[in-house]
């Protein structure tokens, strides 16, 4: 499922069925024009919208939602990315990335808050990364955030339940994960492809599963003995 500006997060329409249409032939050629054109359009957006450091390479599915000042999104140098940013809208919500950082497709990072992805750390296609409720816990007002959402009444929309994440250094996160609100990733460590990470993970560790358990630990020494030479 391609992650850009048609998705929900991104405020991307949604259409009544208007009869068929017919099937097109598009060659490789047209494509890669497309490709360029959308290209240029999400490399607009991240520039209105965000701050970039140097080197910084965005995917043709990228996008970039934020109301707020561009500072709410930063990212540092030689960013790759592929995904979704949003700051939401309820508050004054932060995305901070640090440098060499990889986003992958079909990902989302979603703040009301602020989270923050330390250099190096590595997010595999299809993960994500909330530091909301998203909508209200209570239902009568999970109510009237969805009438509000709907057009139906006017906002604000209500307050949701937010806590801060935050991703260490070198981290990897695989693919079709979900971390959650108020979770801190430390150094090094992995959280295995599928997890949902409810609970805090140490540094120079693998965790796995629903909810995400610990699976091993390594020492520092460990760690520095695959560090690569330059």
Known sequence: MPIDSSHAYATGGIYRHIGSSMMMRIGREV????DKIRAQIVWSEFEKHCIMGKDCHLGPNAWCVNPGSPQAITLGD??????????????NGRIVIGDEVYVG???????EEIVSI??????AHGVQIHDSTGHPT???????DWRIAMGEMKPPRP?????????????WIGFNSVIMRGVTIGDNATVAAGSVVVRDV???SIVAGNPAQLVKTFTVEEAQDTKPNK
């Open 31 to 34: 494509l890669r024009r497309i």
């Open 78 to 91: 030689r960013v790759f990315c592929r995904g979704l940013l949003r700051c939401g809208t309820r508050g």
């Open 105 to 111: 497709d079909d990902s989302i990072i979603n703040a």
């Open 118 to 123: 330390g250099s190096l750390t590595m997010i």
């Open 138 to 144: 209570d239902p009568y007002l999970r109510e009237l």
């Open 159 to 171: 307050a949701v339940e937010t806590s801060p994440v935050k991703i260490g250094k070198r981290v």
């Open 202 to 204: 140490p540094s120079n």
